[in-house]
């Protein structure tokens, strides 16, 4: 998974708690990228970042929020994780941004 | 409104045979095109970028043709395997927003 781990691998938790996941890459990547995989749905953006304290806002970012204050690390928060952000969460690092290489996914319940 | 679609949610194909999948685009003016695969349980896996001025690409066993007058792009596996069954996911270069945006994949079954 090209020097990418994602932690926890599965969580679940209930409605209304915070939640992080944790990105973690060893490449030394510029850009990384949170994504949630639902159902017919496919692939779609959450936030990402193109650089230390640089980040910016995806297609579905309400309800989230994103830290990255080191190279190898991009931390996605659920402030208050809701049933519909029961989902896969993928991140993703590229270092031009073109081709992304994916990490195992993150498999979040939320009752 | 803009649109990615990859127009078979599934095909199921004879091993040895070439499997053939599209991804179509609207009001998308991509500099380049790329696929993945996605295996069950696992994030996708990259195969192939094809740039715009590019009309195909070929790695192995794999095939990619760009036109970008149709907006169409097609992925092509030949002599299929069943190794190869898995879902394959297109993704298109957002020239306007700086993002990748990817399709909802085709699920390819191989059989033996």
């Known amino acids: 998974d090209a020097g990418i781990t994602q932690s926890p691998r599965h969580k679940v938790t209930e409605t209304g708690t915070p939640v992080t996941l944790r990105c973690h890459q060893t490449?030394?990547?510029?850009?990384m990228y949170w994504y949630r995989q639902d159902p017919g749905h496919g692939l779609r953006l959450i936030h990402y970042?193109?650089?230390?304290?640089?980040?910016d806002k995806g297609e579905v970012s309400d309800g989230y929020s994103v830290s990255r204050s080191k190279t190898e690390d991009f931390l996605l928060t659920l402030e208050s994780a809701t049933s519909s952000q029961t989902s896969v969460y993928f991140c993703?690092?590229?270092?031009?941004?073109?081709?992304?290489?994916f990490g195992p996914g993150t498999r979040l319940t939320v009752l | 409104s803009q649109k990615i679609e990859q127009n078979s949610e599934a095909l199921n194909i004879q091993e040895g045979k070439t499997a053939t999948l599209t991804c179509n685009y609207t009001n998308y003016s991509p500099a380049y095109l790329q696929w993945y695969r996605q295996d069950p349980g696992r994030g996708p896996v990259f195969l192939l970028l094809i740039r715009e001025n590019e009309k195909e690409k070929r790695k192995e066993r794999l095939k990619v043709t760009f036109d970008t007058t149709l907006k169409q792009s097609l992925f092509h596996i030949t002599a299929s395997q069943p190794a190869d069954s898995a879902t394959y996911l297109c993704?298109?270069?957002?020239?306007?927003?700086?993002?990748?945006?990817f399709g909802s994949g085709t699920r390819l079954s191989i059989r033996p």
């Open positions: 970042s193109y650089g230390v304290k640089d980040t």
């Open positions: 993704a298109l270069e957002d020239s306007s927003a700086s993002k990748i945006i």
């Open positions: 993703a690092i590229s270092a031009d941004g073109d081709t992304q290489y």
């Open positions: 490449e030394n990547h510029r850009y």
